[in-house]
């Protein structure tokens, strides 16, 4: 027996001696109790008791309350930590995107209209060995401008790797037109020029510039550029009317030889210039991470 039934108990029997004690005292019968009908009252009080245990569980219940529900809330609420590995998008600042998209469809104009049907022709009649060749001959000729960069990155084992690339091709490759360096010796080019120098002194690359004919660039990039021509050979041995000639020349060759990329990246993107852009800077960044 529980506490509680045992004070409900206790109630109903002072109640009840109370009303039989002051029947007595009154001397009306008919407001006495008997016996039979206190032990009827008794007994209704014990079904009573045990209706409400039966439809009471013993057992108390998880509290699932507001203040409850506001904890789950709560801590539902609170956004996940983010990784330590999750690395922070690196953009291109463009202050001159006007400028840049109108030259960016001054060059896909100029790629559509002009240079994918002269390097398609030119594909279509020059094998590609041939074309490949001219390639490696435009290549070896370039060696200072790769192997000069190299000594001021400190890359010194780059740098002989070029010096002894430009021997070899210079003489068993037929003047740069094969690349026994890279076939019969396993010597790769050092593909570095002055902007990779730049960022690796750690010159950012300032804002994004996409220069017609030339192509996708930025400020420091532009530099380099310019750098580079100092070291480029052709700058001293060409005349004007012949480098007229041989740029246009060596742009449609190897045009010839990467139809179709330009393409892809059109098509996959929602927006050319910007996939283009970002394409570009995380390409030259790479290349300067890569030491």
């Known amino acids: 027996m529980s506490l509680m039934e045992m004070i409900y108990r206790i109630v109903i029997l002072s109640g009840l001696w109370l009303v039989t004690f002051s029947g007595l005292c ?20 014990d079904v009573e008791i045990q209706g409400v245990q039966a439809l009471t569980p013993l057992e108390p219940l998880k509290s699932e309350g507001p203040a409850d529900e506001e904890i789950q809330n709560s801590e539902e609420a609170i956004p996940p930590e983010p990784s330590e590995s999750a690395e922070s998008v690196d953009t291109l600042a463009d202050p001159l995107e006007p400028v840049n998209r109108v030259f960016f469809q001054v060059n896909d104009k100029f790629y559509f209209w002009v240079l994918k049907p002269v390097a398609s022709g030119y594909k279509a009649i020059v094998p590609q060995d041939v074309r490949v060749g001219v390639r ?125 990329e330009y393409d892809d990246l059109k098509k996959a993107a929602i927006d050319p210039y910007v996939a283009l852009k970002d394409a570009y800077h995380q390409y030259r960044q790479n290349k300067i991470r890569k030491r």
């Open 136 to 260: 490696n001959f435009f290549s070896n000729l370039t060696t200072p401008i790769r192997m000069v960069n190299c000594l001021l990155q400190a890359k010194f084992k780059g740098a002989g790797n070029e010096a002894v690339r430009f021997l070899l091709n210079s003489t068993f490759g037929l003047a740069g037109l094969l690349d026994p360096a890279k076939k019969e010796f396993n010597i790769d080019k050092q593909d570095e020029d002055f902007g990779q120098t730049l960022g690796s002194w750690g010159v950012g690359p300032a804002f994004y510039i996409d220069w017609p004919i030339l192509g996708p660039s930025s400020l420091r990039d532009t530099v380099g550029f310019a750098g580079d021509l100092f070291l480029d050979p052709r700058t001293y041995l060409f005349n004007r009317p012949i480098f007229y000639v041989v740029t246009p020349f060596e742009l449609v060759n190897d045009t010839s030889l990467r139809i179709g």
């Open 26 to 45: 009154s001397a009306e019968p008919s407001t006495s109790f008997s016996q039979a009908e206190t032990s009827q009252c008794i007994l209704q009080f």
